[in-house]
């Protein structure tokens, strides 16, 4: 894999906004909240794959061939995780239950205190 496939790769999974992929090493720019893939800036021929976030670098990982840090990248986009915890439709009920009630009793202390639920004026 080579980083013009990665770029595919990237952009199927809808994670384009996640990578910043570089054919050449430009270790001064500093894109925010992406990972980095890019030839090593030390002319060694290797490549780096880091995450850059507010201007600072971090969580670097050097490969010898543009092949190998591109299949790192695209084993992170594997690596996502699945939201953990998807409420059930009993749990969406319940929460719209809690709300109602919540709803009720706000409406009840405020007429209680004198003031309108609906507009939040005085009752006259």
């Not at 090493?25 to 909240?33: H, L, S, V, Y």
Request: contains cysteine; negative net charge; hydrophobic residues 40%.
């Amino acid at each position: 894999m080579n980083i013009a496939e990665l770029r595919e790769a990237v952009a199927a999974a809808g994670a384009a906004g996640d990578f910043s992929i570089r054919s050449v090493a430009q270790p001064d720019a500093t894109p925010d909240n992406v990972h980095v893939v890019e030839p090593a800036a030390d002319g060694s021929g290797r490549w780096v794959v880091y995450y850059s976030e507010r201007g600072e670098h971090a969580d670097f990982e050097f490969f010898d061939t543009e092949a190998a840090a591109c299949e790192h990248a695209l084993s992170m986009l594997e690596d996502e995780p699945e939201p953990s915890y998807v409420p059930s439709a009993e749990a969406n009920e319940v929460a719209a239950r809690i709300a109602a009630e919540v709803e009720q009793d706000r409406r009840r202390m405020l007429r209680e205190r004198g003031i309108d639920p609906d507009t939040l004026k005085p009752i006259q």
